[in-house]
């Protein structure tokens, strides 16, 4: 886990591809349900449910990052609906936002 997110140093919230964003939830979370004795016997299982878990947690934690200056939500994705991160707490229930958030979602479901 430590040495995955050592990659991750010193670079706050700026994840620009789906690929890197998969590899930091991995680093942060996917290792951590291989505690778990019952996960600990399907791997890929166990990856995924953490996988699963962090992009949850990175969705929730979208204003809350932004406001200190990080953010997880890779480029590749919202890069689609806006030029600016922000601009979606701008307009939160705007056509954009939503679209994004979706496409969040979905893919946080390929796990």
Not at 8 to 34: E, M, P, Q, R
Not at 38 to 53: A, E, I
Not at 59 to 74: K, S
Request: hydrophobic share 35%; charged share 15%.
């Amino acid at each position: 886990m430590g040495n995955g997110m050592a990659g991750f140093v010193g670079k706050t919230g700026s994840i620009d591809t789906i690929n890197n964003y998969n590899l930091y939830c991995h680093c942060v979370a996917g290792l951590v349900g291989y505690e778990d004795k019952n996960l600990y016997l399907n791997k890929d299982l166990s990856n995924s449910m953490g996988l699963f878990l962090q992009k949850t947690n990175i969705i929730r934690d979208y204003f809350e990052d932004l406001q200190a200056g990080r953010t997880w939500w890779p480029k590749e994705i919202w890069i689609n609906y806006a030029s600016d991160l922000s601009q979606f707490h701008q307009d939160p229930t705007g056509q954009q936002s939503l679209e994004c958030l979706n496409h969040m979602v979905m893919d946080s479901f390929s796990h």
